[in-house]
């Protein structure tokens, strides 16, 4: 996204967003216009029936030749009727297109956001919280929706009523007409100060709500943990200091936009009491008509007292508009993970792996991996052992690209993978980690999820290589039974087991087991092991593990130590060498106690 874009302000950049909505923005506010000044059109027509009562003969309507008193009467009561259905019809029109155009664009901004959130790399995610993406896609995204409904159609209308009766009074009246028009450069000038005031308020307000809404989703998710620990008290104290905060912030802004209306009612009173005193002296002059003056009395109101409302609009507007600024910004976040061009068909995939000298860091000062090179022939199964930190879950990470290498190249099948198209790339990768993600729904939506169109038969099959099938068949509903969010209601095994089946179904030619046992008792150990050696079976085969137990028949074990490769060999190899590995052995094994 190019500078000039992100320094555009935040209605700007919404008015260009809206350029496909153009034609209905143009009805839209073609008919706010048309109801306003049919809304206007009764106190003309009101100083029309004075006219006739007074004037009788005299009256616009005697001159233009209808003489008869009660013919002009019934003539005024028919336009009348006319404008108030006319007015009531473009209201209909206008609260329509408004309200529509604000769904639209609404679930536009909404989708468009949470498709390019999707398209960011992991770090994005790392560095940012869940709560506070979710303020912008849901409260802001509302925020703006609010502000489309109704404050749009305020403004316009204020436009028109400001510019229809200004005009109408500089003709009717041009030496009484500054009167109403002088409070308005005044109201004007201390809405734009307001305006001013209220953006940063708002923008506050914004914020709070972002970190609020993030504690609530911590404490939430983690509500097991804080039950545990009985912290309940403490995490009420956390969130009341967090919801204060955000009140604080809203009293600020309310504060001070309440203001608003008080200090404009008595710069409009101004304008109304100079109508009534000098346009009535002219009525007893004979320099302006009865029914002019009478008009007049109730234009002013129409003209000022909207005025009172521009403090409520502009109030909606800022707070939209500090909404809007949060959902480009993240909409304008570059995307650092570029998609590549090459495609890569998931048939053709034979599954050879290879790290040539690769570096890479998260953080510039902190090396992960230094000069790592590995090679991973297809079909083979290769394992990646070492203590915490050694770099063993970043091999994954580059592989599925979630990051790039800062220098080297990570290949599949001698593609550079940041060469390949990302779907082919992850198409071809199957992923079974630690943390184990099931959404709420069924066992078989679960199982499903990436195989969308598989078939029940194909479900069932995956499950039993899983060692799945027997457990979800005693669940209450079978396949059908909910899970419930993250699959709560399963335990930590038949969560693992979910979750190999779902990787069988997708059946890829490379598969990833990211210590896909570490969490569970022997049995369940036991029987994940045996799943993990049938679906490794004819396909390229990477285990991360801390339990070695788990990898002696791999077909090769590299062991890593502070980002860099100590040692590679078959299991036997590597514990008679006496090393790094036969080290973590002889401590798993319990013939020997650990140093940390």
């Not at 929706?145 to 009074?169: C, K, P």
């Not at 304008?271 to 009535?280: A, D, H, K, S, V």
């Not at 069932?460 to 909910?482: M, N, S, W």
């Not at 089946?501 to 490379?510: I, S, T």
Request: charged share 20%.
């Amino acid at each position: 996204m190019t500078r000039s874009i992100k320094s555009q302000s935040p209605l700007r950049r919404l008015m260009q967003y809206a350029r496909p909505y153009r034609r209905r923005v143009f009805l839209a506010t073609l008919y706010s216009i048309l109801n306003k000044l049919f809304d206007l059109a009764p106190p003309i027509l009101i100083g029309l029936a004075v006219d006739v009562l007074v004037l009788q003969d005299d009256s616009i309507l005697g001159r233009m030749g209808v003489e008869n008193v009660t013919t002009q009467l019934l003539i005024v009561a028919g336009l009348t009727l006319v404008v108030w259905i006319l007015e009531s019809v473009f209201e209909y029109f206008y609260s329509i297109y408004w309200r529509n155009l604000a769904q639209d664009l609404q679930n536009d901004a909404r989708m468009d956001a949470y498709k390019h959130v999707q398209e960011l790399e992991m770090a994005y995610y790392e560095a940012r919280s869940t709560g506070g993406l979710m303020a912008v896609l849901n409260d802001d995204v509302n925020q703006l929706e609010r502000f489309l409904d109704i404050g749009a159609n305020e403004i316009i209308q204020l436009m028109v009523t400001v510019f229809a009766i200004g005009s109408y009074f500089m003709i009717v009246a041009p030496s009484v007409a500054w009167m109403a028009v002088l409070p308005m450069p005044f109201i004007v000038y201390g809405s734009i100060r307001f305006q001013k005031r209220l953006e940063p308020l708002y923008a506050k307000v914004r914020e709070q709500v972002g970190w609020l809404n993030t504690q609530l989703s911590n404490n939430l998710g983690g509500i097991a943990t804080v039950k545990s620990f009985t912290a309940e008290a403490h995490e009420i104290g956390r969130i009341g200091t967090l919801s204060t905060a955000y009140a604080d912030a809203n009293r600020n802004a309310i504060t001070y936009s309440s203001a608003f209306t008080p200090l404009i009612r008595m710069v409009i009173v101004t304008g109304f009491i100079g109508i009534m005193i000098f346009g009535g002296q002219l009525v007893i002059a004979g320099g302006l008509a009865v029914g002019v003056y009478s008009t007049m009395i109730y234009m002013t109101q129409r003209l000022l007292w909207p005025l009172t409302r521009l403090g409520q609009t502009l109030d909606l507007y800022q707070r939209a508009m500090a909404s809007t600024a949060r959902i480009f910004d993240v909409i304008d976040t570059p995307i650092h993970i570029v998609d590549g061009v090459q495609s890569l068909p998931v048939e053709s995939v034979r599954g050879d792996v290879r790290f040539e000298t690769v570096e890479f860091a998260y953080d510039p000062s902190v090396p992960v991996l230094q000069g790592l090179s590995i090679d991973v022939p297809a079909g083979q199964t290769a394992a990646f052992v070492g203590a915490t930190g050694a770099g063993k879950s970043t091999i994954i990470k580059l592989l599925l690209r979630f990051y790039d290498v800062n220098s080297g190249h990570v290949t599949l099948d001698g593609h550079d993978v940041r060469e390949l198209k990302l779907q082919d790339l992850r198409k071809a990768i199957g992923l079974v980690s630690q943390d184990v993600y099931l959404f709420h729904g069924t066992v078989r939506e679960n199982i499903a999820y990436g195989t969308f169109d598989a078939s029940l038969d194909d479900i069932v099959a995956a499950a039993k290589i899983a060692e799945a099938h027997d457990f979800i068949t005693e669940l209450p509903d079978g396949y059908d039974t909910v899970v419930g969010e993250r699959g709560q209601k399963l335990s930590g095994g038949q969560r693992q087991r979910l979750s190999i089946a779902r990787a069988v179904l997708k059946d890829p030619p490379v598969l990833i087991l990211d210590e896909a046992t570490s969490s569970v008792d022997n049995e369940t150990e036991a029987a994940i092991q045996r799943s993990m050696e049938r679906i490794a079976i004819g396909r390229t085969t990477i285990i991360i593990a801390h339990r070695l137990s788990t990898i002696r028949n791999a077909d090769m074990i590299y062991v890593l130590e502070r980002g860099r490769l100590r040692e590679q060999g078959h299991h036997e190899e590597l514990v008679a060498a006496d090393g790094v590995y036969a080290d973590l052995w002889r401590i798993q094994t319990g013939e020997r106690i650990s140093d940390f």
